[in-house]
């Protein structure tokens, strides 16, 4: 052991490297007629003749293009009026017969909501019962507008007349308490209520397929209540806000230009019967003698429910309307002398409740 420093037999130094060379290479080299700034002759042409073809294409593209909106313009929106029967031309929209087609489908869910809902108070046709009659013309003229039924019902029989004991209830599920339709039920309702008088077709509420009757083997239709040409008459009376304001007075205006003579309290040798029960008259004929007054005794059984008894000639004027009145409960009408002829008598709350008279 010596105490000289030096290295040991374990110690490692960098070892020198041979300086680097770079390995030997061809350098790439283009033509000279790539260096070159000025284009022959054929270059010059190929370039214009590519150029015109480019916008060859671009043109008839764009004229594709043109062809296709305007094409697609009068399919969607329908031609003017000029352009109307020309060759390739739609007489009619697509949107206007979507539109429709929607409208139909929509009056045909809401008379399934209507016939499910409704047609047990109002009647299947309309025609009334325990609630107010709504195929009237002169109440779907303006009275009974979608505003109006869409507040009845989603408030109730309450937004009508007042009474908070109405039997309308609650339809919409937007209302307090909520009832079972929902919006779109709602909608449907109101267009089978206020539907033109065209024929729709009845159809399953679930698959919205046709129903076909069993016996004809033809699908089942109805038509529509309102008739969009009705116009009510300059001196018309006005539809009530309340339908049992109707009744108030325990009698109805009759038809403008009818008269209605005054029953006569005094004796009658001949005294018809008529009673009303489940919306519908018990008798369908009645006689009675010519120019000689007579006497109706009606009873109203259907408890609750308004009827009357009024006479019309052939010519549809009204000769005589009698009371309105609830029952269970009879009256007994006078009715003046009438000329012979053939006569109807109906109930003027319930229109489909008829019957012929015979006068002679």
Known sequence: MTDQPGPGPEERLPAPRPPAEAVPADRFAAPPSAHSFSLTPERAATIVRQSASARAVGFLALSVVVIFIAIYYLYELGAPAALTGLPLVPDESRLAAEQVAQSISSVERGYNVYQANCARCHGVKGEGGIGPVLN?????FQHLNADYLRNVLTVGGR????????????????????GPLTYVAIDNLIAFLRAPDQEYVVRNSDTLEPIIDPLTGKEMTFTG????TWEPAPDATPVPAC??????TGSTPAPSGSATPAPSGGPVATTLKVTAQN????????????DQPFAIEFANQDAGIP???????ASGATVFTGDIFNGVETRTYQVPALPAGTYTFFCTVHPNMTGTLTIK
């Open 307 to 313: 009827h009357n008894v009024a006479i019309k000639d």
């Open 225 to 228: 209540w309102r008739d969009p």
């Open 279 to 290: 919306i519908a008259y018990d008798v369908s004929t009645l006689e009675a003698p010519a």
């Open 136 to 140: 009237d013309q002169s109440k779907l």
């Open 159 to 178: 937004y009508v007349c007042g009474n908070a004991n109405s039997l309308m209830p609650v339809w919409a599920d937007v209302g307090n308490p909520p």
């Open 243 to 248: 339908w049992s304001d109707a009744f108030a």
